[in-house]
């Protein structure tokens, strides 16, 4: 019998006759995986055919895949939960309330008091991507995102915006043309609906069409019509999705689906002004109590879809394609992030902080995560690139001049972009300590990288459809370049060029750890960041942690506390003299979660407050307040250390540096001696300039201060640091 069905009986085409019968009464149909992208008729995780998306709107599907966490909840084992790609969801809001409501009814009696300060049964946070220009909806049952929007913020800020003009040039005369980032993420969702994704649009065009034939003035509209005007749509939609609902539309979503349906009209002279119109007014929900109750359910319907659609496109067309293409400078190319902005003002910093102190306090702070394209350390590392932009721009053309005999005689393998980024990485994960094993290492995982890069840009190769001719080049093109018999000359000038970088981007890297930790919102690290960490994106970012090598550290570092004032000045002096040991990052980290955990109140709800700087470095400080009650921390963080620092010669310490730069104090601050936790020592803020603080003082020894009044409001920081 078996062998019947497995083709052993029959002849020819008639084989497997009984085979394709047996299937052809089963509820699916078997076919090449490669048309999926075109015909599957359900919803998938992105597009992978495996992951058949589940209707959590369906009340009986929530309750039988919560059911497990339900139990963990009602036992007390489980207080939080983090919910992923929630715009994957039919309406997300929806789903956070009834989230909340479901686990209040498994708590019971302990659901007032889960977590203190918590205005809701259940601590969550969603994994919402965040446009630049967009924030996450105040009316969402969440304590806010999972943090995302703060790595983007944190790079913009240590960004030096004056290298704009300079990184843009390098870009191009590198690459040989600008490069339209608008543009090219149009082109790149496009490409994402005429492959992978093509089948959803295809559903999405034939409920539109059965829409308009229910009403005379739309049933002229054609199909093709509609379609072409749905696509350009989808193509110009400047954020992940809107949350549109039976309730309404809000203003912010309104004011997108304009954007786009304007921006679809002005793209494509071929697309139908009517039918954009048609879909426009169906989004908003244009005339919706007016129809029949029918036809308003079936524009619901299409609305939902479409909202799930737009997510998934824009995730798949810019973070899985575009920032592989755009390269201009990678450590922007972050997940959350817009590498369209070059930086962010200060102001605009501050302004975020205070935002989310006001709507989200208890919203994550990531730098580092799973999905990471890159590390926290290799962004903060290639942020100085930002700083010397001229330097760069003549380096990468140098290297491209070094290994053109590297790229074969008709040398169209790497692409220029692919080269380009493949120099960005090179500089970003070169490793701190120049031994065999390090670099060996270093080399199979930049060539794996370069594979996985090429690929999921989907220009010169991709995953549908891989071009070994390519991709062989692009492997022997990172074997050569990474040869040190057969390019050790270049390699050796190239160390020269990475060192000095290194070393400032090891303080930009400790400016950022500082900032995750001080402003408002709870810091969030992900395994293996307590040192530093040079990793690119998955698989790479998930392998071991040597958690007995952290903890042996740790136990060194804890020494701080029980040193003189000479103990600790060796220590700090030791640990930055060889910053790349990583006992500065462990030593910056444990201290800030002490002073968190010291006052708690003050960073869960201590008022932020900017502190302007003056001076002839005013422009290299980050300085914020945190206050509660009669406590109050100063946060003084540099950046843009090339300068700080004469290009990594000497540490960003003292009057040498700082010269006459000074930080006002908050306004009713009465305090003229600080205490600086992460050094133990003293720091005075009297002398000629009345109400400013000397930063020359403040960072005598350490990069970073973090001051809390001396006296009795700080008595227990004194004990307990």
Same mark, same amino acid.
Request: aromatic share 10%; charged share 25%; glycine share 8%.
């Given at each position: 019998?078996?062998?019947?069905?497995?083709?052993?009986?029959?002849?020819?085409?008639?084989?497997?006759?009984?085979?394709?019968?047996?299937?052809?009464?089963?509820?699916?149909?078997?076919?090449?995986?490669?048309?999926?992208?075109?015909?599957?008729?359900?919803?998938?995780?992105?597009?992978?055919?495996?992951?058949?998306?589940?209707?959590?709107?369906?009340?009986?599907?929530?309750?039988?895949?919560?059911?497990?966490?339900?139990?963990?909840?009602?036992?007390?084992?489980?207080?939080?939960?983090?919910?992923?790609?929630?715009?994957?969801?039919?309406?997300?809001?929806?789903?956070?309330?009834?989230?909340?409501?479901?686990?209040?009814?498994?708590?019971?009696?302990?659901?007032?008091?889960?977590?203190?300060?918590?205005?809701?049964?259940?601590?969550?946070?969603?994994?919402?991507?965040?446009?630049?220009?967009?924030?996450?909806?105040?009316?969402?049952?969440?304590?806010?995102?999972?943090?995302?929007?703060?790595?983007?913020?944190?790079?913009?800020?240590?960004?030096?915006?004056?290298?704009?003009?300079?990184?843009?040039?390098?870009?191009?005369?590198?690459?040989?043309?600008?490069?339209?980032?608008?543009?090219?993420?149009?082109?790149?969702?496009?490409?994402?609906?005429?492959?992978?994704?093509?089948?959803?649009?295809?559903?999405?065009?034939?409920?539109?069409?059965?829409?308009?034939?229910?009403?005379?003035?739309?049933?002229?509209?054609?199909?093709?019509?509609? +379609?072409?005007?749905?696509? =350009?749509? !989808? %193509?110009? *939609?400047?954020? &992940?999705?809107?949350? #549109?609902? $039976?309730? @309404?539309?809000?203003?912010?979503?309104?004011?997108?689906?304009?954007?786009?349906?304007?921006?679809?009209?002005?793209?494509?002279?071929?697309?139908?002004?009517?039918?954009?119109?048609?879909?426009?007014?169906?989004?908003?929900?244009?005339?919706?109590?007016?129809?029949?109750?029918?036809? +308003?359910?079936?524009?619901? =319907?299409? !609305? %939902?879809? *479409?909202?799930? &659609?737009?997510?998934? #496109?824009? $995730?798949? @067309?810019?973070?899985?394609?575009?920032?592989?293409?755009?390269?201009?400078?990678?450590?922007?190319?972050?997940?959350?992030?817009?590498?369209?902005?070059?930086?962010?003002?200060?102001?605009?910093?501050?302004?975020?902080?205070?935002?989310?102190?006001?709507?989200?306090?208890?919203?994550?702070?990531?730098?580092?995560?799973?999905?990471?394209?890159?590390?926290?350390?290799?962004?903060?590392?290639?942020?100085?690139?930002?700083?010397?932009?001229?330097?760069?721009?003549?380096?990468?053309?140098?290297?491209?001049?070094?290994?053109?005999?590297?790229?074969?005689?008709?040398?169209?393998?790497?692409?220029?972009?692919?080269?380009?980024?493949?120099?960005?990485?090179?500089?970003?994960?070169?490793?701190?300590?120049?031994?065999?094993?390090?670099?060996?290492?270093?080399?199979?995982?930049?060539?794996?990288?370069?594979?996985?890069?090429?690929?999921?840009?989907?220009?010169?190769?991709?995953?549908?459809?891989?071009?070994?001719?390519?991709?062989?080049?692009?492997?022997?093109?990172?074997?050569?370049?990474?040869?040190?018999?057969?390019?050790?000359?270049?390699?050796?000038?190239?160390?020269?060029?990475?060192?000095?970088?290194?070393?400032?981007?090891?303080?930009?890297?400790?400016?950022?750890?500082?900032?995750?930790?001080?402003?408002?919102?709870?810091?969030?690290?992900?395994?293996?960041?307590?040192?530093?960490?040079?990793?690119?994106?998955?698989?790479?970012?998930?392998?071991?942690?040597?958690?007995?090598?952290?903890?042996?550290?740790?136990?060194?570092?804890?020494?701080?506390?029980?040193?003189?004032?000479?103990?600790?000045?060796?220590?700090?002096?030791?640990?930055?003299?060889?910053?790349?040991?990583?006992?500065?990052?462990?030593?910056?980290?444990?201290?800030?979660?002490?002073?968190?955990?010291?006052?708690?109140?003050?960073?869960?709800?201590?008022?932020?407050?900017?502190?302007?700087?003056?001076?002839?470095?005013?422009?290299?400080?980050?300085?914020?307040?945190?206050?509660?009650?009669?406590?109050?921390?100063?946060?003084?963080?540099?950046?843009?250390?090339?300068?700080?620092?004469?290009?990594?010669?000497?540490?960003?310490?003292?009057?040498?540096?700082?010269?006459?730069?000074?930080?006002?104090?908050?306004?009713?601050?009465?305090?003229?001696?600080?205490?600086?936790?992460?050094?133990?020592?003293?720091?005075?803020?009297?002398?000629?300039?009345?109400?400013?603080?000397?930063?020359?003082?403040?960072?005598?020894?350490?990069?970073?201060?973090?001051?809390?009044?001396?006296?009795?409001?700080?008595?227990?920081?004194?004990?307990?640091?």
């Amino acid at each position: 019998m078996l062998a019947r069905y497995n083709g052993g009986e029959g002849e020819g085409a008639h084989r497997y006759d009984a085979l394709h019968a047996l299937l052809e009464q089963q509820s699916y149909r078997l076919t090449f995986w490669r048309v999926a992208g075109y015909e599957i008729n359900y919803r998938r995780f992105f597009d992978i055919n495996e992951l058949a998306a589940l209707r959590m709107e369906d009340p009986e599907v929530f309750a039988a895949t919560h059911d497990l966490i339900g139990r963990w909840i009602a036992a007390g084992d489980v207080a939080g939960l983090r919910i992923d790609h929630p715009d994957g969801l039919r309406d997300p809001r929806g789903y956070c309330a009834r989230l909340q409501d479901w686990a209040r009814e498994r708590q019971g009696s302990r659901s007032a008091t889960s977590i203190e300060g918590n205005p809701y049964p259940l601590y969550v946070v969603v994994e919402k991507i965040l446009g630049a220009d967009e924030s996450l909806p105040v009316d969402w049952a969440v304590n806010g995102t999972t943090g995302y929007d703060f790595t983007r913020l944190v790079s913009g800020v240590l960004v030096d915006a004056d290298g704009k003009a300079g990184i843009d040039a390098a870009y191009e005369a590198f690459v040989g043309a600008p490069d339209d980032y608008q543009g090219l993420l149009y082109e790149c969702k496009a490409l994402i609906m005429h492959t992978t994704l093509g089948s959803e649009i295809h559903a999405l065009g034939l409920a539109l069409d059965r829409i308009a034939e229910r009403d005379r003035r739309t049933r002229d509209l054609t199909l093709s019509a509609q +379609r072409t005007a749905l696509f =350009e749509i !989808v %193509a110009c *939609f400047p954020v &992940y999705r809107t949350y #549109v609902t $039976a309730d @309404g539309v809000s203003a912010a979503d309104r004011a997108v689906i304009d954007a786009a349906c304007a921006q679809a009209k002005g793209r494509n002279p071929l697309v139908e002004s009517a039918a954009v119109d048609f879909i426009c007014d169906l989004l908003r929900l244009e005339g919706l109590d007016g129809r029949a109750p029918e036809e +308003r359910q079936e524009i619901l =319907e299409f !609305v %939902a879809a *479409f909202q799930q &659609y737009t997510s998934p #496109v824009m $995730a798949k @067309g810019l973070e899985d394609t575009l920032f592989y293409r755009y390269n201009r400078l990678v450590s922007l190319n972050e997940v959350g992030g817009d590498p369209s902005r070059f930086a962010l003002s200060l102001n605009d910093f501050h302004k975020a902080n205070s935002e989310r102190l006001r709507y989200y306090p208890e919203t994550l702070l990531a730098t580092s995560t799973h999905d990471s394209k890159r590390s926290e350390d290799v962004r903060a590392r290639l942020h100085v690139l930002s700083e010397i932009p001229q330097s760069w721009g003549e380096h990468s053309l140098w290297l491209k001049a070094c290994h053109a005999a590297f790229k074969g005689q008709d040398g169209a393998a790497p692409s220029v972009r692919d080269e380009y980024l493949l120099y960005q990485t090179l500089i970003g994960i070169w490793p701190l300590t120049d031994t065999p094993e390090a670099w060996g290492g270093m080399r199979e995982r930049l060539k794996d990288y370069a594979l996985k890069a090429a690929r999921e840009a989907k220009g010169e190769t991709s995953w549908v459809r891989p071009v070994s001719e390519y991709e062989d080049a692009l492997t022997a093109f990172v074997d050569a370049v990474t040869d040190w018999a057969r390019n050790g000359e270049t390699l050796a000038a190239l160390a020269a060029f990475v060192a000095p970088i290194a070393r400032a981007g090891l303080m930009t890297a400790l400016s950022q750890v500082a900032l995750k930790l001080t402003v408002p919102g709870i810091p969030d690290f992900y395994q293996g960041t307590e040192l530093w960490d040079f990793h690119l994106v998955d698989p790479d970012n998930r392998g071991p942690v040597d958690y007995g090598l952290r903890a042996r550290m740790l136990a060194e570092v804890a020494r701080f506390d029980e040193e003189d004032a000479a103990g600790r000045a060796a220590l700090l002096g030791a640990w930055l003299v060889r910053p790349e040991d990583g006992y500065v990052k462990l030593h910056l980290t444990r201290c800030l979660l002490h002073v968190r955990r010291a006052y708690p109140r003050l960073f869960a709800e201590g008022r932020y407050e900017p502190l302007e700087a003056q001076g002839p470095h005013a422009r290299h400080l980050v300085g914020f307040a945190r206050r509660f009650e009669d406590v109050t921390v100063l946060v003084v963080v540099p950046r843009h250390y090339w300068a700080l620092t004469q290009g990594g010669r000497r540490l960003p310490l003292g009057r040498a540096v700082w010269d006459e730069t000074r930080l006002s104090l908050p306004a009713g601050v009465a305090a003229s001696s600080w205490r600086d936790v992460l050094t133990g020592e003293r720091v005075a803020s009297h002398g000629p300039h009345a109400g400013s603080l000397e930063v020359a003082a403040a960072l005598a020894r350490f990069p970073i201060a973090v001051l809390i009044a001396s006296g009795a409001a700080a008595a227990a920081m004194d004990e307990g640091l």
